[in-house]
């Protein structure tokens, strides 16, 4: 921060200033200065909003667009993704629910879909016949909470998975490969608390564990020593704030990381020196707002970004603006979009829980209250 300390346009002396408007001065003197601050942001990546961006939320178009995914089980695009489908699904019925448009996906066909999915050990895998993976299981999870049949998953046998996967330094595998990820310890804390069964796991351990993943600069990464990443802190956050241990780290030193993944364009990276992509809006935003601190955030600037991921003639978001040849929108993209405006209070979509991303009115007693 001593960078702009001497900027002619902030006489204010930097002590004494609120984080939240030292963040905005360093925005303003960035842009303006042809400082070293200035040098930093000329080689940072970034991207322009094309004029003919759209400035505002499409919605019905998007409904459209997941609702022919789910249609077009013939194509390319559904059959490629069978090892990522019960995610998939996820990502397309929450994207409905945020739309009000729910109604419009075949609720039975996918429920049954998703409980063919569920394996031996308890877990669910992507697909059918596919192995059991702590990603999939809470988005199997997820789904049946959206479409309000959760007494059709068996809690106990579910539980029992998650917690044969962590392990002794109290974090969680993925899957029987091994892979340990702070990602799975939300997918596991996330799993566990809907089903009502979070004391199955040793969450004292999980939380010594997070703690080890949290870096000097505010981040957290996927293991100790890992690099801090947006994606990462907001797995580590959203099971620090479901196992009620939030005020174990400092939220104004995370705040203010995550603030800096702010682009000129408006757009968030996922960390230092990459391209702004709309996913991130949620990652970053849904870990400010859970930290309460989404003030940190440019607004406007990141709303005109959003807007301008959707492709306006097929419906549903692209990662970032670009030309007609890398512009391609995708479901994932599309649910992680809409959820980041919901968050900024769109009253066209149902408000969005921060936590698990998934509308508070599916979720009903399950939200953790933070403030
Ligand atoms: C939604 C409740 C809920 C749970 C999901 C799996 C998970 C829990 C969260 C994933 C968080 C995460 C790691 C997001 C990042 C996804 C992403 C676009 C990664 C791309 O990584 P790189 O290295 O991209 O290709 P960058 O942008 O860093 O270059």
């Keep these: 921060m001593y960078v702009y300390m001497n900027s002619k346009d902030n006489k204010e002396p930097i002590v004494g200033l609120k984080l939240r408007q030292v963040i905005r001065i360093h925005r303003g003197n960035v842009r303006r200065n042809p400082s070293f601050a200035g040098l930093l942001d000329f080689a940072r990546k970034d991207v322009d909003l094309p004029q003919s961006s759209p400035k505002k939320l499409l919605k019905g178009l998007h409904s459209n667009f997941i609702q022919q995914y789910e249609k077009d089980?013939?194509?390319?695009?559904?059959?490629?993704?069978?090892?990522?489908?019960?995610?998939?699904?996820?990502?397309?019925?929450?994207?409905?629910?945020?739309?009000k448009e729910l109604h419009r996906m075949s609720a039975v066909e996918i429920i049954d879909y998703v409980l063919s999915c569920r394996n031996k050990d308890g877990g669910y895998g992507p697909a059918p016949g596919h192995d059991?993976?702590?990603?999939?299981?809470?988005?199997?999870v997820q789904t049946l909470i959206i479409f309000d049949c959760l007494q059709k998953a068996d809690a106990e046998s579910i539980c029992e998975y998650v917690k044969g996967l962590?392990?002794?330094?109290?974090?969680?595998?993925?899957?029987?490969?091994?892979?340990?990820?702070?990602?799975?310890?939300?997918?596991?804390?996330?799993?566990?608390?809907?089903?009502g069964r979070l004391s199955a796991l040793n969450i004292d351990s999980a939380v010594r564990f997070l703690k080890r993943c949290y870096n000097t600069d505010g981040g957290f990464?996927?293991?100790?020593?890992?690099?801090?990443h947006s994606g990462q802190i907001y797995c580590c956050i959203g099971a620090l704030a479901i196992a009620g241990r939030l005020d174990d780290?400092?939220?104004?030193?995370?705040?203010?990381?995550?603030?800096?993944?702010?682009?000129?364009?408006?757009?968030?990276?996922?960390?230092?020196?990459?391209l702004p992509d709309v996913c991130y809006s949620w990652w970053v935003l849904a870990s400010l707002s859970i930290l309460g601190r989404l003030d940190f955030i440019d607004q406007t600037s990141m709303k005109k970004f959003i807007y301008a991921c959707q492709d306006d003639e097929t419906g549903g978001f692209a990662d970032r603006p670009g030309d007609c040849v890398s512009f391609f929108a995708d479901p994932f993209h599309t649910v992680f979009g809409i959820a980041a405006l919901s968050l900024f209070g769109d009253e066209t979509l149902e408000e969005v829980d921060p936590i698990f991303c998934m509308t508070k009115k599916c979720l009903g007693d399950l939200r953790i209250e933070m403030f």
């Design 166 to 195: 962590q392990q002794d330094d109290g974090s969680f595998c993925g899957d029987l490969s091994g892979e340990v990820d702070t990602r799975f310890t939300l997918c596991s804390f996330a799993t566990c608390h809907l089903l």
């Design 132 to 140: 059991s993976h702590l990603l999939h299981t809470l988005c199997a």
């Design 221 to 228: 990464g996927t293991r100790p020593g890992s690099e801090s």
């Design 73 to 99: 089980k013939g194509g390319y695009h559904y059959i490629m993704a069978e090892h990522l489908r019960v995610s998939g699904i996820y990502w397309c019925v929450n994207a409905m629910d945020l739309t």
């Design 249 to 274: 780290i400092d939220r104004d030193r995370t705040a203010e990381w995550l603030a800096f993944r702010q682009c000129d364009s408006g757009g968030l990276n996922g960390r230092p020196e990459k």
